[in-house]
């Protein structure tokens, strides 16, 4: 079993910055894949970023390339996702996500098993 919690979410302006963290508990969280996603109200929910088990290799959406950095920290069984340049695009309810999927399925929420809460980004105009 793994618990994902995730917090600092909260209110920022355009051009600001957020860092998101993701507690995990679980002695298999060095053995998962770790993504976040994201959803907007009334839209469904989307690939964000991904990190492998080893931090070896991140992937990210394209809207946010360049803005987002996710990094995990397997001691401390806990996944960042530093957000800078932020948007009002990047409104969202972001979620952690863990799973076994294989690298390449790293996009597809199908293949992550457990999630956090949830934690809410709005960034103002």
């Known amino acids: 079993q793994v618990q994902l919690v995730e917090s600092g979410g909260g209110l920022v302006q355009a051009g600001g910055s957020l860092r998101l963290s993701c507690a995990a508990s679980?002695?298999?969280?060095?053995?998962?894949?770790m993504g976040w996603f994201r959803q907007a109200p009334g839209k469904e929910r989307e690939f964000v970023a991904a990190?492998?088990?080893?931090?070896?290799?991140?992937y990210y959406a394209d809207s946010v390339k360049g803005r987002f950095t996710i990094s995990r920290d397997n001691a401390k069984n806990t996944v960042y996702l530093q957000m800078d340049s932020l948007e009002p695009g990047d409104t969202a309810v972001y979620y952690c996500?863990?799973?076994?999927?294989?690298?390449?399925?790293?996009?597809?929420?199908?293949?992550?098993?457990?999630w956090g809460q949830g934690t809410q980004v709005t960034v103002s105009s």
């Open positions: 996500a863990a799973g076994t999927t294989p690298w390449g399925n790293r996009a597809d929420m199908r293949g992550y098993h457990y």
């Open positions: 990190i492998s088990r080893t931090a070896g290799s991140t």
């Open positions: 679980g002695r298999t969280f060095s053995n998962a894949v």
